[in-house]
């Protein structure tokens, strides 16, 4: 594993600490400021998947035949 594959590791679980911290508190945070956050935290998503979607793009791979 290179170095910029353990940073988009670190950063992606650190973007999954903050979009859960969004969501829990969502009530909190004024709507004009969310939808901006939302649309900041989709671009950033293409870039640095986080666990959830790495996680899911694991769980896509088919193993290989044993025979």
């Known amino acids: 594993m290179g ?7 670190t950063a992606g679980e ?3 600490k ?3 911290l969004v969501e829990k508190n969502s009530d ?3 709507d004009k400021v969310e939808k901006v956050y ?3 935290s ?3 998503e293409k870039v640095i998947p986080g666990s959830d979607a790495a996680e899911a ?3 896509d791979e ?6």
Do not use: R
């Open 57 to 59: 793009a694991e769980g």
């Open 62 to 67: 088919k193993p290989a035949d044993a025979s």
């Open 28 to 30: 909190k945070i004024p």
């Open 18 to 20: 903050v979009d859960d």
């Open 3 to 9: 170095i910029l594959d353990k940073f988009k590791k």
């Open 42 to 44: 989709d671009a950033a």
């Open 38 to 40: 939302d649309k900041v």
């Open 14 to 16: 650190a973007k999954d």
